[in-house]
């Protein structure tokens, strides 16, 4: 189980969250099974919740590449700077600089690095958002459903990877 500390304002909480537990076929999972439409809407809700998750995180790889680029070009040009001006006795222009930082094969690697992270926040923010569509449709189709509609078998068993657990016994059980 994962677990995440907030704080908001002057409150903390600790949330907790089960992970995805097998390899999970996105494809499938974003599309509505019509033969099962109870068990995707009692259980659609915890997997928008999962990539939102998900998404955040890669936001989170995102904004910390970048700053670590933006710390590390700025140290590359200030001492490149210093080196260019040593060899021509000149201050090197904000081109000559900037060709330097570029030409740096650390500098090189953190990019792509950074450029790979964005994609893979990219993938995420469309998996999150095909799921927000999935489960606003199931919110229509709910309106739908009927009282006696939802069979003992969707209440309990496993469904989008959650896994469903009768609690307490119902009245007449």
Same mark, same amino acid.
């Given at each position: ?59 989170? !790889? ?5 700053? /670590?680029?933006?710390?590390?070009? @700025? %140290?590359? #040009?200030?001492?490149?700077?210093? +080196? *260019? ?32 992270? !964005? ?5 995420? /923010?469309?998996?999150?958002?095909? @799921? %927000?569509? #999935?489960?606003?449709?199931?919110? +229509? *189709? ?32």
């Amino acid at each position: 189980m994962d677990k995440k500390v907030i704080t908001i304002g002057s409150q903390t909480y600790v949330l907790k969250f089960d992970e995805f537990d097998e390899d999970v076929d996105v494809d499938s999972l974003l599309k509505i099974d019509y033969s099962n439409l109870i068990g995707e809407m009692i259980t659609f809700p915890v997997i928008v919740n999962r990539f939102g998750q998900l998404l955040a995180e890669a936001e989170n !790889q995102v904004a910390l590449a970048k700053l /670590n680029l933006e710390v590390t070009e @700025a %140290k590359l #040009k200030e001492s490149l700077r210093i +080196k *260019l001006a040593d060899r021509n006795g000149k201050a090197p222009s904000v081109d000559a600089v900037n060709t330097a930082v570029l030409l740096e094969k650390g500098y090189q690697a953190m990019r792509r690095s950074y450029l790979e992270k !964005q994609k893979t926040r990219d993938y995420m /923010n469309s998996i999150f958002w095909s @799921a %927000k569509d #999935k489960s606003e449709k199931l919110d +229509k *189709l709910s309106l739908t459903v009927q009282q006696g509609d939802i069979s003992d078998s969707v209440i309990e068993g496993r469904v989008n990877n959650v896994l469903i657990k009768r609690t307490k016994k119902l009245i007449g059980d």
